[in-house]
């Protein structure tokens, strides 16, 4: 069983930064893509960002030029980098990976971005 563990999340101010980690039980290497996704409450999961083994990289319009994705192969983590962040980037933020034909998920870790 794949596990995906995500921390880093917590309370930060408008304008802060914050760095998000995945930590997968299996090379990360051997996931066919992966992806951030939030949910913020009472709304539906939306993706954040998604990257191929192949290397290739998108971000959700709302993402893009203020979050960042990237692998760490030595440390086995997937990470996603936070900045300028807003008040309407509150939410659980998840991991998710496919490999051998499944997609796992972690729980997500929760950020707050409030003053």
């Known amino acids: 069983q794949v596990q995906l563990v995500e921390s880093g999340g917590g309370l930060v101010q408008p304008g802060g930064s914050l760095n998000l980690s995945c930590t997968a039980s299996i090379n990360i290497f051997s996931m066919n893509y992966m992806a951030w996704y939030r949910q913020a409450p009472g709304k539906e999961r939306e993706m954040v960002a998604i990257?191929?083994?192949?290397?290739?990289?998108s971000y959700a319009d709302f993402a893009e030029g203020r979050f960042t994705i990237s692998r760490d192969n030595a440390k086995n983590t997937f990470n996603l980098q936070m900045s300028s962040l807003k008040p309407d980037d509150t939410a659980n933020y998840l991991c998710t990976g496919y490999a051998a034909g499944m997609d796992y998920w972690g729980k997500g870790t929760l950020v707050t971005v409030s003053s």
């Open positions: 990257t191929t083994r192949g290397g290739r990289i």
